[in-house]
C-alpha cells in the first residue's frame, strides 16, 4: 500500500501541499469551488500599509498597489501571490497574528486597507474599531461552487478549507476520510451530514501535525 492521498484546493508548490508531503502524504489538487471577483474597485488611499488575508485576496489587490506600499501577509501562500519585496507575515498565520504584526510594526497606528473576501470571519474590524490603527475594509472576492462539481479524484481524504468546500464535499467524500481547516469548516461538515473525520487550527504545521497523526 502507498502513502495516502489528501486532495485540496491548492496548487502542489503551496505550502499546505509542502505541509501534507512534510506528513508523509501525497497532495492532489482539487477545486469544488471558485473565487469571483467584486466589481468595485479598491477605494484609493494613500494607504500606511495593505492588509491581505488570502491567495484571492492577494491577486485581486496586485494590479491596483503602489509600488513600496507595505503589505501585511496572513501567511506564506498570500505572500507568494503578492510576490513583492515589502511584504510582512506575521509568526501566526491568522487574523490574531496580522494584528498583532500591525500594531508591532506600525505602534502609532494609521490608515491602512484591509482586503477581504467576501464570507471572511471579520475579525479585524472589530478590534481596530476606536484605535490609532484605522482599517478600511475591500472586498475583493466571493467564493461560489463550481455547478456541478468536478469529479472527486482516487483519494484517501479531503480537505475543506472554507465552509463552502465542506458543503460541497461532505456528499462527494462520505465514504472516505474529511479534514477541515478551521472550526467552522468542521461545523460545515456535520451541518451538511457528514462529520469531520477530525479538524485542525488554521495553520501549517497544525495540519502537518494532524495528517502525521492520522497516517
Given at each position: 500500500m502507498g502513502p495516502l492521498k489528501l486532495a485540496l484546493d491548492r496548487a502542489l508548490d503551496n505550502p499546505l501541499c509542502e505541509a501534507v508531503r512534510s506528513a508523509g502524504w501525497v497532495p492532489v489538487p482539487y477545486a469544488c469551488t471558485q473565487q469571483l471577483p467584486t466589481d468595485e474597485a479598491p477605494p484609493g488611499g494613500p494607504w500606511d500599509a495593505v492588509l491581505v488575508l488570502s491567495p484571492a485576496g492577494a491577486r485581486a489587490i496586485l494590479p491596483f498597489l503602489t509600488p513600496g506600499t507595505p503589505c501585511l501577509a496572513t501567511g506564506q501562500g498570500t505572500a507568494?501571490?503578492?510576490?513583492?519585496?515589502?511584504?510582512?507575515?506575521?509568526?501566526?498565520?491568522?487574523?490574531?497574528?496580522?494584528?498583532e504584526l500591525l500594531r508591532e510594526r506600525f505602534p502609532r497606528g494609521g490608515d491602512f486597507l484591509l482586503v477581504r473576501g467576501e464570507r471572511s470571519r471579520g475579525y479585524l474590524e472589530p478590534q481596530a474599531l476606536g484605535t490609532p490603527w484605522k482599517l478600511t475594509a475591500w472586498v475583493s472576492h466571493r467564493e461560489a461552487p463550481l455547478a456541478p462539481p468536478p469529479a472527486l479524484p482516487d483519494v484517501d481524504a479531503v480537505l475543506a478549507l472554507s465552509p463552502l468546500q465542506a458543503e460541497v464535499l461532505a456528499p462527494l467524500a462520505a465514504s472516505i476520510l474529511r479534514f477541515a481547516w478551521g472550526q467552522a469548516?468542521?461545523?460545515a461538515f456535520a451541518l451538511a451530514g457528514a462529520p469531520a473525520t477530525a479538524w485542525c487550527e488554521p495553520r501549517r504545521e497544525a495540519l502537518e501535525a494532524l495528517l502525521s497523526a492520522s497516517v
Amino acid at each position: 500500500m502507498g502513502p495516502l492521498k489528501l486532495a485540496l484546493d491548492r496548487a502542489l508548490d503551496n505550502p499546505l501541499c509542502e505541509a501534507v508531503r512534510s506528513a508523509g502524504w501525497v497532495p492532489v489538487p482539487y477545486a469544488c469551488t471558485q473565487q469571483l471577483p467584486t466589481d468595485e474597485a479598491p477605494p484609493g488611499g494613500p494607504w500606511d500599509a495593505v492588509l491581505v488575508l488570502s491567495p484571492a485576496g492577494a491577486r485581486a489587490i496586485l494590479p491596483f498597489l503602489t509600488p513600496g506600499t507595505p503589505c501585511l501577509a496572513t501567511g506564506q501562500g498570500t505572500a507568494m501571490a503578492l510576490a513583492g519585496d515589502s511584504i510582512l507575515t506575521p509568526s501566526r498565520p491568522s487574523a490574531e497574528g496580522l494584528w498583532e504584526l500591525l500594531r508591532e510594526r506600525f505602534p502609532r497606528g494609521g490608515d491602512f486597507l484591509l482586503v477581504r473576501g467576501e464570507r471572511s470571519r471579520g475579525y479585524l474590524e472589530p478590534q481596530a474599531l476606536g484605535t490609532p490603527w484605522k482599517l478600511t475594509a475591500w472586498v475583493s472576492h466571493r467564493e461560489a461552487p463550481l455547478a456541478p462539481p468536478p469529479a472527486l479524484p482516487d483519494v484517501d481524504a479531503v480537505l475543506a478549507l472554507s465552509p463552502l468546500q465542506a458543503e460541497v464535499l461532505a456528499p462527494l467524500a462520505a465514504s472516505i476520510l474529511r479534514f477541515a481547516w478551521g472550526q467552522a469548516s468542521a461545523q460545515a461538515f456535520a451541518l451538511a451530514g457528514a462529520p469531520a473525520t477530525a479538524w485542525c487550527e488554521p495553520r501549517r504545521e497544525a495540519l502537518e501535525a494532524l495528517l502525521s497523526a492520522s497516517v
